[in-house]
Each structure stands twice: as C-alpha cells, then as structure tokens.
C-alpha cells in the first residue's frame, strides 16, 4: 500500500512528486502550496517511508517504478511532469525511459545518474542495522540543509531529524540498496522528454558537478542552481523552487 495525496484532480496538467531517502511527501508542502489549484499534484510516500508500507529490504529501482507506475496507471495519470527529489530523481528517470506515456517532462533535483558507492552504501546499511537510524542523523542533517538552515531553524531541524529518525529503518536500508545497486549512465543518455536538473549550492550529498553531469549526459535537459539551500531546496528554498519549475513547465508544454 502506497500512501498518497491527490489534490485538484480535475485539472488536466498534473505535477508528481517523489520525495528522498529518509523522508516523506511533507518535504514538498509549501512547492505545492505555491502552485495552488492551478495543478492537478499527485505525491506519495516511497516503499518503506513514510505511512506507505516497508516490506522487506533490499528494494531495486524496478519496485520503485513499478510503484509509481502503477498509482498513476490507477488515477488514469499520462504525460505528467514528474518532479524528483535524490532517489526520487532517479526513479522520475527510470520510469521516464521505461514508461514514456506516464511522462511529458522531468524536473531532477539534487539527484544524478548514479550515487555513491557500493562501498558507502553497505557501511550506511551496517550502521542503520547495528544502531539505528539516530546513529546516522546527525551526518545526515549536515547533507541535507544548509550551515544557515542548521544555524537558525532549530525547530524546523528537529522535526526533520523527526522525520528521519521515525522512518522505518527496514525501508530505509531497503532503499540504501536501491541507490547502491542502481545505474542509469545508459537509460538516463536516451531520455527525450524536456528536463530540470537543478542542485541546491550548498548541497554535499549530491553535489552540483554530480547533478550537472547528469543534465550533460540527457540530450533535453537543462541546469540550474539554487542559493541558500543543501540537499532538500524544497524545504528550504521552496519558492524559488517553484519558481524554476514553473518557468520550466510554461516554456515547455507548449513546444
């Protein structure tokens, strides 16, 4: 069971959200905010996070497509700008080389055709199964927000290592192996549809050269960076966010 939010379903041009490692869709409230009723916004909790069921780890990028294939197959969803933020990115790209039907364009963030090591990915997996996920938070937080976010946001910091902490460590490293296992060099250098790939400039975790030779690789695709923020522009810098994307989809809908 997918756990999702399908808000102004009547509008023809729909945005779907897919959100990181470790988090929820609440990461994408205030982008769906700003654009209001004049979307149709479909967001989801992964397998494994969120209120969405966590069956048992290891996960591939093909149960993620298939998720997420299946929900926009069962609300009639075709030709959706699919909106990824880090693994989220790399299952936006997947399903758009595998499933050219459920999607017009890509907006990529803080995401790349292929992230860390096999290497890395195991010691994140050992620690999470030897400690838990409060073994790794504080490592983490440092990726995902800015030294500004961490600096003067305490509250809002504490609910996202909430957020983080409370996620099921069974989905968690479920999807540590998607990320350790998963290549997209090939699949990635055939997509057509228009893309985003944008990186916030303060991000670590998926750095900005990462992020742009991902759009150097797609032959449709555009970068663009975003100040002030780490690895989660949409909770940080959420307007500006927006703002890209909206520009984006209004110059390429048409073409």
């Not at 490692?21 to 009723?37: E, K, N, P, S």
């Not at 299952?91 to 963030?109: E, F, H």
Request: hydrophobic content about 45%; proline content about 5%; overall charge negative.
């Amino acid at each position: 069971m997918l756990h999702f939010r399908d808000e102004n379903p009547r509008q023809e041009r729909t945005f779907v959200f897919v959100n990181s490692l470790g988090t929820d869709l609440r990461i994408w409230d205030d982008v769906v905010a700003y654009f209001g009723a004049d979307f149709r916004t479909l967001r989801y909790d992964l397998r494994g996070h969120g209120l969405s069921d966590a069956p048992p780890a290891p996960y591939s990028i093909e149960d993620h497509v298939a998720d997420l294939a299946a929900l926009l197959d069962a609300h009639q969803i075709k030709n959706a700008v699919v909106i990824g933020l880090s693994v989220g990115g790399m299952v936006a790209q997947a399903l758009a080389s595998q499933r050219v039907d459920l999607v017009r364009m890509l907006v990529l963030c803080d995401t790349a055709h292929k992230v860390g090591t096999a290497e890395m990915w195991n010691a994140r997996i050992d620690a999470v199964r030897k400690d838990g996920l409060a073994s790794i938070a504080d490592a983490v937080l440092e990726r995902w927000f800015s030294s500004a976010f961490r600096q003067t946001r305490p509250a809002d910091l504490a609910g996202y290592r909430n957020m983080l902490t409370r996620a099921p460590a069974e989905g968690y490293v479920g999807t540590c192996a998607t990320l350790r296992d998963t290549d997209l060099t090939a699949a990635s250098a055939q997509i057509t549809q228009p893309a985003l790939c944008l990186v916030g400039e303060e991000d670590t975790a998926t750095p900005s050269d990462l992020v742009r030779s991902l759009s150097e690789l797609m032959p449709n695709a555009a970068f663009e960076t975003i100040a002030g923020a780490g690895h989660l522009p949409c909770v940080e810098q959420p307007k500006p966010l927006a703002l890209r994307i909206e520009s984006f989809v209004r110059r390429n809908w048409s073409a």
